[in-house]
């Protein structure tokens, strides 16, 4: 069953601790996504990989930081930076370009609370 | 600038009538515009998508419209039914290798039995 996961659901942290999220694909998909979504908003993109090894700041990649080494994994540092962490944490992938590379395709969310 | 926008925050319909969800834009180099279909607690589910040459394109019980001379995108869902209760995001890709999209603010489609 290919797909997108991310682990855990629900994550919570104290303020001023570092906390990874998760984000693995089954899709063999080059890119990979990372966006927040804060309540009654759209998503906005923080950072964006497009094949192994190589990663793009998006609009809002302040406090965050991504790695990718491998094409299945793209895991979200969220960093003690960051000023509002809290919020619901979306990954998606796309296939290589020359298929539909419009077509994103998003994992469950994380849901993270700092207090 | 850039910005995908949807006309309301909120669309009430009554169960097998039909709904109409709007978008405006304001990227001309726009390639493709996506719909998108988000339950609440869940990640967006992909709907349907239009190149920027198309100006209609059908799909199950859905059907999107782009009006390139406005600037303006559209969703038309048939005979709703309330398991299409949900945010409906539109966005656009702008047709770089980036894959990028850039995401509306969301209509909240409320369907009453």
């Known amino acids: 069953d290919g797909g997108i996961t991310q682990s855990p659901k629900y994550l919570f942290r104290k303020e001023g601790q570092n906390v990874t999220l998760s984000c693995e694909q089954n899709?063999?998909?080059?890119?990979m996504y990372w966006y927040r979504q804060d309540p009654g908003q759209g998503l906005r993109l923080i950072y964006y990989?497009?094949?192994?090894?190589?990663?793009q700041k998006g609009d809002i990649a302040e406090g965050y930081s991504v790695s990718r080494e491998k094409k299945e994994s793209f895991p979200l540092t969220v960093t003690s930076a960051q000023k509002n962490p809290t919020a619901f944490y979306l990954c998606?992938?796309?296939?290589?370009?020359?298929?539909?590379?419009?077509?994103?395709?998003f994992g469950p969310g994380t849901r993270l609370t700092v207090t | 600038g850039e910005s995908v926008g949807l006309h309301l925050p909120t669309l009430s319909v009554q169960e097998g009538d039909n709904s109409i969800i709007n978008c405006a834009y304001s990227?001309?180099?726009?390639?493709?515009f996506i719909w998108y279909k988000q339950e609440s607690g869940k990640g967006p589910q992909f709907i349907i998508d239009?190149?920027?040459?198309?100006d209609k394109r059908q799909g199950q019980r859905v059907t999107v419209l782009l009006n390139k001379t406005v600037k303006h995108l559209s969703l038309q869902i048939a005979a709703t039914q309330p398991g299409d209760s949900a945010v409906y995001f539109c966005?656009?890709?702008?047709?770089?290798?980036?894959?990028?999209?850039?995401f509306g603010q969301g209509t909240t489609l409320q369907v009453k039995p």
């Open positions: 998606a992938s796309s296939p290589p370009r020359g298929g539909r590379a419009s077509e994103q395709y």
């Open positions: 966005a656009e890709n702008k047709g770089s290798n980036t894959g990028k999209l850039i």
């Open positions: 990989s497009q094949i192994v090894n190589d990663f």
């Open positions: 239009i190149r920027s040459n198309m």
């Open positions: 990227n001309s180099a726009s390639d493709y």
């Open positions: 899709l063999n998909h080059d890119a």
